[in-house]
C-alpha cells in the first residue's frame, strides 16, 4: 500500500521560510516523479512543483526563484524548501506521485500522478 505523508506546514509571516517534507513508503520511490501541488478552498489543485527520477525540475511560475523541490532516494523523502513566502502561497500543500518508471506528461498537471498525500497547511500571513 502506497503511502505519502507530508509534514512541515505552519503558519508564518510574509518573507519567511518554511521546509515542507513528504516521506514516501510502499512504493519504488527512487523510479518514481514526485510534485508538490496546493490548493485552496474553492479553487483548483495547482501543480507548485515536480522532480522526476532523473532531477528534472519543473516549477510554477508563481514560485521559480523562491520554492526548491529535491528528493533523497535514501530516505524515501521529497521535500519543499519555501523561502520568501508570501500570503498568496498560503493553501493546503499535498505531495504526489507517478507509479514507478512511469514519465509523468505534464510534470505540473494533476493527471499525471496516481497517488496522493493527506496535505499540509501552510499559512503566510502579512
Known amino acids: 500500500q502506497v503511502q505519502l505523508v507530508e509534514s512541515g506546514g505552519g503558519s508564518v509571516q510574509a518573507g519567511g521560510s518554511l521546509r515542507l517534507s513528504c516521506v514516501a513508503s510502499g512504493i519504488t520511490f527512487s523510479g518514481v516523479s514526485m510534485a508538490w501541488f496546493r490548493q485552496t478552498p474553492g479553487k483548483e489543485r495547482e501543480g507548485v512543483a515536480s522532480i522526476d527520477r532523473f532531477r528534472t525540475t519543473r516549477y510554477a511560475d508563481s514560485v521559480k526563484g523562491r520554492f526548491t523541490i529535491s528528493r533523497d532516494n535514501a530516505k524515501n523523502t521529497l521535500y519543499l524548501q519555501m523561502n520568501g513566502l508570501k500570503p498568496e502561497d498560503s493553501a493546503a500543500y499535498y505531495c504526489?506521485?507517478?507509479?514507478?518508471?512511469?514519465?509523468?506528461?505534464?510534470?505540473?498537471?494533476?493527471?499525471?500522478?496516481?497517488?496522493w498525500g493527506q496535505g499540509t497547511q501552510v499559512a503566510v500571513s502579512s
Open positions: 504526489a506521485a507517478t507509479r514507478p518508471f512511469m514519465i509523468a506528461i505534464q510534470p505540473l498537471g494533476v493527471p499525471s500522478y496516481n497517488y
